[in-house]
């Protein structure tokens, strides 16, 4: 259960920095120079954020293994599409 609760917690604050960014354009000191879209990186963190809430859900919803496997599997799609997203911030957009 701690196990749990800390993985929530994670997965909160990256939800926050994401609605940060998606907000105000903030970023960490650390990311301002590689990020180009600022807006797009906090869309990728709050998908990024979605994916984590739905692999930490799966204890409680998930009754049977075959529910757990399409959970796992749109946990993971998320997961890399919230990474596709952050990827893409840090490169101009396409004109």
Known sequence: ???TGLAAMACLLV???G????T??????????RV???ELWGYGQLVFALGMATGISLRWWAGSLAVGD????????LIVLG???????????VR
């Open 15 to 17: 939800a926050v920095s």
């Open 70 to 77: 399409a959970g796992a599997a749109t946990a993971l799609a």
């Open 36 to 38: 180009v879209r600022p």
């Open 19 to 22: 609605v940060v960014a998606v």
């Open 24 to 33: 105000t354009g903030r970023m960490l000191p650390t990311l301002q120079g």
């Open 83 to 93: 990474c596709a997203l952050q990827w893409r911030a840090q490169r101009p957009a």
């Open 1 to 3: 259960m701690v196990w």
